[in-house]
């Protein structure tokens, strides 16, 4: 299951352009970046990054709940 950018919650189709023009194309590589790399980001500053990041990570934790218990 892809899920997209825009399922975060402040990411709509703009900013999921300027997010992959600068290499972060899914909710993995999001989830899995730092502040650091997200803030080199136009429009992204540190709270900003923590929160998508934090987001990310959240939804990929949901997705995965929601396949295992789909699975038993």
């Not at 703009?14 to 970046?33: C, M, P, R, W, Y």
């Not at 500053?45 to 990929?60: D, F, H, M, P, T």
Request: proline share 1%.
């Amino acid at each position: 299951m892809t899920i997209s950018l825009t399922h975060i919650q402040g990411i709509g189709s703009s900013t999921t352009k300027i997010l992959a023009d600068n290499g972060f194309e899914s909710v993995h590589q999001l989830a899995s970046s730092t502040i650091t790399q997200l803030t080199k980001v136009p429009g992204f500053g540190a709270v900003r990054a923590n929160r998508v990041i934090s987001a990310a990570i959240e939804l990929l934790t949901a997705a995965d709940d929601s396949t295992a218990k789909a699975a038993q």
